[in-house]
């Protein structure tokens, strides 16, 4: 009886140490750009977006203050954010003015609820050690973009646009950080964190996370030893493909590619169910740890209907991450996310940035 109940305890209280610290978060970054914010303009709000390492750098110092007075830190946040699938915090922004629901990926209106999302997205990187970043071949290297619904006309980006997505990590064909590209040393590393702030989900349609440290407990030795092996193929997603034949010349495809990095006592993932096959004379057990894979990643899928003015930070090392479908309702007052990335660049080479941009990563 002693046993089980402290147990319990146990059990209660770390649930309520993760979601407090999530919550602690969350006021602190809300009340340092509050107060940031209220002494410029929305004009002078929008520039300092041009510079995300600048504004970054503006706003931590507050951040960590807030943080201070309640026994917290930016570096307690950071270990803890390395150790979750996610981050969700809630309320971190209010969004404020908002115009119709756009149709493309580009550009983000100049609107106050847009800009303190994206102000509040970067503070919350920076607080954690990211920098926010975006890749020259993905819509044109804009740092952040709308995730909307486009009306019909625009072929697989439409449906695309509309439909669920299945469990990934983005920029998948992107090496790890630490890594290189085997036959572009050029090509930046993929994010560790792809950020999502909500600006407008009125079917509560779920953002879906599929944590790493749950999958393994589904996997045997033998997929774990296929999935370390370099014996997939690895294609790009449907985003970086026009850019990537503009600047690379062609679709980078990773070709005998591994999924699974034992890296530091911890593993990291690489996948997309979409866009990874087995590669060329692989032997049977790589397809079946593939599928086993797959299989674990539906037993396993938490929902995080992102509500405005939220902020999902996702792993991009230690999980999946996909959605529910949205439907084919666009425009409006229709889901409205805003996307970017968050990396640790200390060891990037500046080869693997785009010249003259603080933020922008090669290709
Ligand atoms: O819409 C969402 O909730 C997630 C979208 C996503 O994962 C993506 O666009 O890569
Ligand atoms: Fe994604």
Redesign the pocket.
Known sequence: MTVTLAYITFISLAHVGTQLIDVIFSQAVRAAVTHWRAQLTLEQVIESLANPVNLGLMLVPAIEQELNSHNCSCAAVKDYAWAQPYLRLQAVFETGELPDTPEDFCPVPSAEGAAMAMVSAIACLAAIGSDTVSYGSENNGDLFVNLVVFPPGRGKFTDKSADK?SG?T?AVTFPMRGYRDPLNPRIAPSPDF?CLSSLRNPNDVPTTVMPLDQLMTSLTNEHIEDLQKPQYLIGSQLTFRDGMIDILGDELEVDYAQLLYAIQDKWWIRFSHRTTQIATGAQASAHEAMVALKEACAGCVIPLPLEPGDIALVNNRIAL?GRSEVGKEYGGQTRWFLRTYGLDTSDIDPAQRHDGSPFMLFP
């Open positions: 997505m990934h983005d792809v991450h």
